[in-house]
C-alpha cells in the first residue's frame, strides 16, 4: 500500500446518502469552519479508498488509536492535521464539553462577526434515524 500524504486541514470521509455523515458535516458548518480547510472524500462503493481510510486511523499521528478494525472502517471518518478525531458522535461530544472550538481553533472563520455556534449539538443530531 503506497505512502499516505500529510494533509494540513480536515478530512471528512463520507458516503453520499450517510445520514451520519450530512450530520457531520453540518455541524461543522454551524460552528462556522472554513470551507476551503474541509476536504471531503467520498468514497461510495470504493473498498479500496476505505482500506486506506481505515488504516490512517491506526496510523494517525504516529501513534496506534485506540479503534478496533469495524470502528476504523466505519463512516464518516474526520481527522485535523493528519490526526483521528473520531466520526459524527465524537463532533456531537466536543460540542457537549465546549471543547470543539478548542480542538478546532485554527480552522474556524470569524471574518463574518458570527461568534462561534455554542448551542448544544444535540439539537443538529436529533431525528438522525428518521431521515
Aim: aromatic share 10%; proline share 4%; net charge negative.
Amino acid at each position: 500500500m503506497p505512502e499516505l500524504k500529510k494533509v494540513k486541514g480536515i478530512e471528512i470521509y463520507t458516503w453520499k446518502d450517510c445520514p451520519y455523515c450530512k450530520r457531520a458535516k453540518e455541524i461543522l458548518n454551524a460552528h462556522n469552519i472554513k470551507p476551503s480547510y474541509i476536504i471531503e472524500h467520498q468514497i461510495d462503493d470504493n473498498e479500496e479508498a476505505r482500506e486506506k481510510m481505515a488504516m490512517r486511523c491506526f496510523t494517525s499521528s504516529g501513534e496506534v488509536s485506540m479503534v478496533t478494525w469495524n470502528e476504523a472502517r466505519s463512516i464518516p471518518r474526520i481527522f485535523v492535521d493528519d490526526e483521528l478525531i473520531g466520526g459524527c458522535y465524537t463532533l456531537v461530544e466536543l460540542d457537549d464539553n465546549n471543547t470543539f472550538d478548542e480542538k478546532f481553533a485554527k480552522y474556524i472563520d470569524h471574518s463574518d462577526g458570527k461568534q462561534p455556534f455554542n448551542d448544544s449539538a444535540n439539537e443538529i443530531f436529533t431525528d438522525i434515524h428518521s431521515k
